[in-house]
């Protein structure tokens, strides 16, 4: 591969544990390592979204729509933020000219619920209440879009993992189930997953989400986005697992197994499984964009996350209007964060894939 | 009461006009803390009638037909899912051939070992009982090898593991399917001796799989010879060896090169061995016999009993024996 630095055995007088060999040969892709630090970066921040986010998701500025972006800056020893003022028109602002308060840190401002439980008040940073902080500008309702953006991400990133772990669950243990008994089940089993994979995704997403209620609390509608998507996604992965454990059943091991009276259920769920994770680690790691996007086209379409609650997604609808675009090209933050988080899931998968193939080093 | 007794043993793979017969009439016994040996070529159903003790092939595509397997008077043939898993591990455990293939790659082998404990002796699935078994096995240092991945370690101590697996549960039987073909020859003494020695201290019957005739005379008590499916001779192992009664056991001992003897080719049974579901009519040795006579070929011989405790499968054995 681009770099070729032997691996050094000599450093320790074990072997490596594979683990340990994966890790080693993922370290020296540096384009996934990236890709993995931009994640980490992301969903450490999705995590204290409340507490980075100046002002919560639902606070509206009525005397700021469409106010462009304000960027802090140095003055001496403090960072200060600018006042702006409207201008007559449409949704015209100007800096004031030397006029400026300082930004603080750790400040107390709109009450918000750390990691959904503990209530709070305390900010990361903030500023006074006439010189507004809205690092990303507002949207047409004068909410903070950098706000919006962190909140939406606490969807928008834990929805990809959650729906791989539902889907991919499913996938392992339907695909599992399919390829160790083979025969009629198999049969059966496969000619479904084909079933589902015929139908273009878009349309059944759609009328899926038809067949629950309109009116539902925005954890429900979350809820409803998983099982939508997974409900889509685990036939391709059953598929795979399927021919994966074809092969592996026929493997000693698993007489062994049988021989030592181990169930046919456990037998598949932890001899058989665990093999395939290399694998199914790396495909994890490259479906999650699409569970990204998959919310990200329900909440565009508007059956998805319901405003004011923020997601990436619907954060986007308000970016449809090409007039929007050409005079408020802040809204579409959304879209740039939603490139780097597919981008960077791709390249950590890609890494991943490497890395687990035990033939490159 | 014999610990097993199998009787008349028929099992084909497939069904109705696609059936193969791959065990044809086998019967044998072993007694308590007894060791049997299988002897055949590859394919003659050795490996089949053994995995069926335990009904480890898969039905379908195999298809019992007749006879009964009885471990301890039960028969297994009749058995549910459930009591198959007691008996599986239970009473009769397993040791394949390639041990590398035998452990799960994924695992540590201590957490393997502790899994054999937890499905028949929950009671006793910790770390110390581990490293008692790994002890009873001869593996050095077993307090860091149950940290050990499979490949971390060599053949030899992977049989080893895998023995611990099959003992945990302190079977009555031990099966053991060709053991030591995957290692080379000093390992091989070391497993056998290991296998003797275990069999002494616990008091468990062995049911040997082997090509090797050599292996034979060192551990069997009695060996069963199979051909194309059949047991052609039942024969306590010493007589055996000295004095091989069926044409193809002799042909067989004949195979076996000798340390001394200027001969510079490998005497071979001429011929080939005779495909599944293309057996010759009559006797399935017929073809390839130096005895045979045309009536060899009208009706399958059957298994007579021509000495006390010597079984053949060959009605002219008697009169080979004079000349």
């Keep these: 591969m681009e770099n070729s630095a032997p691996i050094s055995i000599t450093e320790s007088q074990k072997p490596l544990s594979p683990w340990r060999l994966f890790w080693l040969r993922l370290k020296r892709r540096r384009i996934a390592m990236l890709g993995g630090v931009i994640l980490i970066f992301l969903y450490s921040v999705m995590l204290f979204a409340g507490f980075v986010a100046p002002y919560t998701y639902s606070r509206q500025d009525r005397d700021r729509f469409f106010h462009p972006p304000i960027w802090p800056r140095p003055s001496g020893f403090h960072i200060v933020v600018p006042r702006y003022e409207q201008l007559p028109g449409d949704f015209v602002y100007r800096e004031v000219p030397n006029d400026t308060k300082p930004l603080h840190f750790f400040v107390r401002g709109d009450q918000y619920k750390l990691f959904g439980l503990i209530p709070a008040t305390v900010h990361l940073f903030g500023s006074d209440d006439n010189y507004p902080l809205y690092l990303l ?82 954890s429900q509608v979350y809820a409803m986005i998983v ?71 329900l909440s565009f379409l508007g059956v998805g ?8 997604g619907n954060m986007l609808t308000a970016a449809e209007d090409i007039q929007y675009l050409q005079n408020y090209p802040w809204l579409l933050a959304p879209s740039a964060a939603i490139f780097v988080t597919v981008l960077a899931f791709n390249f950590l998968g890609d890494g991943l894939r490497d890395a687990a193939d035990t033939k490159s080093l | 009461m014999n610990l097993l007794e199998i009787k008349n043993l028929k099992m084909d793979f497939g ?82 051939q390639d041990p590398g293939a035998s452990l799960n790659p994924v695992f540590r082998i201590g957490n393997q070992i502790k899994e054999s404990l937890k499905l028949h002796k929950p009671e006793k699935a910790n770390d110390a009982e581990v490293i008692r078994l790994l002890k009873l096995v001869g593996i050095p240092a077993p307090e860091s090898r149950i940290k050990n991945y499979p490949f971390e370690m060599s053949g030899g101590m992977q049989q080893r593991v895998m023995i611990a697996m099959a003992l945990a549960s302190e079977p009555k039987l031990l099966v053991a399917d060709e053991p030591t073909t995957a290692l080379d020859v000093t390992i091989q003494a070391q497993i056998l001796d290991l296998l003797s020695e275990l069999k002494q201290r616990l008091g468990m019957a062995i ?12 551990m069997a008590d009695r060996v069963a010879v199979m051909y194309a499916g059949q047991i052609v001779e039942l024969s306590p192992a010493r007589e055996l060896l000295r004095r091989p009664l069926h044409p193809y056991t002799r042909a067989l001992m004949n195979s ?15 011929g080939n061995v005779p495909r599944i579901g293309n ?34 499968r060959c009605p002219y054995a008697k009169e080979l024996n004079i000349n």
């Design chain 2, 279 to 312: 057996f010759p009519p009559g006797c399935r040795f017929a073809p390839r016999c130096p005895i045979a006579r045309p009536e060899c070929s009208e009706k399958i011989p059957e298994l007579l009993e021509v000495e006390p405790g010597r079984f053949v």
């Design chain 1, 305 to 312: 996350i319901q405003e004011p609650q923020a997601s990436w």
């Design chain 2, 207 to 218: 049911l040997l799989i082997t090509h090797n005739l050599g292996i034979v005379g060192d």
């Design chain 1, 137 to 218: 500008g507002t949207d047409q309702f004068g909410r903070d879009v950098f706000s919006r953006l962190l909140y939406g991400s606490e969807i928008s990133l834990s929805i990809g993992v959650v729906g791989i772990l539902l889907s991919f669950a499913l996938g392992m243990i339907i695909g599992g189930i399919s390829g160790y008994f083979s025969g009629v089940t198999d049969t059966v089993i496969m000619r479904f997953c084909e079933l589902i994979m015929s139908i273009p995704a878009l349309y059944l997403i759609i009328s899926l989400r038809a067949t629950f209620p309109p009116d539902m609390s925005s």
């Design chain 2, 15 to 96: 069904k109705n006009a696609e059936a193969l017969r791959a065990i044809d009439d086998v019967s044998f016994t072993i007694g308590t803390g007894e060791t049997v040996c299988l002897v055949g070529e590859s394919g003659c159903g050795k490996t089949v009638t053994a995995l069926s003790i335990a009904r480890l092939v898969p039905t379908p595509p195999a298809n019992y037909v007749g006879g009964e397997i009885l471990l301890n008077g039960r028969d297994t043939l009749k058995m549910s899912v459930r009591e198959l898993q007691q008996i599986r591990g239970g009473v009769v455990s397993y040791v394949f």
């Design chain 2, 256 to 270: 076996v090169p000798k340390l001394r003897g200027d001969a510079d080719r490998l005497s071979a049974i001429p």
């Design chain 1, 227 to 297: 099982v939508i998507l997974s409900f889509i996604g685990w036939a391709s992965m059953a598929r795979v697992i399927r021919g994966m454990t074809l092969s592996l059943r026929e493997q000693q091991f698993v007489l062994a197994a049988r021989s030592l009276g181990q169930s046919n259920f456990k037998i598949i769920v932890r001899h058989i499984l665990p093999n395939t994770l290399s694998y199914v680690i790396v495909a994890a790691t490259l479906s999650v964009p699409y569970y990204i996007l998959g919310e990200v086209v």
